[in-house]
């Protein structure tokens, strides 16, 4: 029984109820996914549909796609999501509101990192961030002091 699809745009229709079952765990880290033949037959769609919201969800970094062999789920990574912001980025730094729009996702973004960073800190992060913040602020209006290696290891 194949689903019914809108004929708009039947890949982006196709990528998203996968897409949907990822989120869900329905298709989970790891699971191949149906081969090209299953899914075409379950979606109703031709190979070339398929292919292209394979590419789209390869693109959004929730699935690997090697030759020879079928798609498997994958976790999406700090590199994968980077890379799909960058282009956005590019073009809100285009002019002066998509500047001021661009700070207000930063300011979203470093706050909820900062909560998450909260929450799961140990005493030892704490020390170490206090000693870096207290070099940081030492070293205020003092344009001569070398810079130091502030690296940080969570954990």
């Not at 498997?72 to 002066?96: G, H, I």
């Not at 005493?123 to 002091?145: E, F």
Request: with cysteine; glycine share 6%; charged share 25%.
């Amino acid at each position: 029984m194949a689903i019914q699809l809108k004929r708009a745009r039947l890949f982006e229709q196709v990528a998203d109820i996968l897409e949907q079952r990822i989120r869900h765990r329905k298709l989970v880290a790891g699971a191949e996914l149906p081969s090209e033949r299953q899914l075409m037959t379950e979606f109703g769609v031709g190979r070339t549909a398929i292919r292209e919201a394979l590419f789209h969800l390869q693109r959004a970094g929730v699935v690997d796609l090697r030759a020879g062999s079928r798609a498997r789920v994958t976790a999406p990574n700090a590199e994968v999501v980077m890379t799909s912001l960058s282009s956005s980025a590019k073009y809100l730094l285009t002019d002066d509101s998509g500047i001021r729009h661009f700070q207000d996702a930063r300011a979203l973004f470093e706050t909820g990192l900062a909560r998450d960073a909260a929450r799961n800190a140990t005493a030892k992060d704490i020390c170490h961030l206090s000693n870096a913040l207290d070099t940081n602020y030492k070293s205020i209006g003092d344009i001569q002091a070398p810079p130091r290696n502030l690296e940080w290891h969570h954990g």
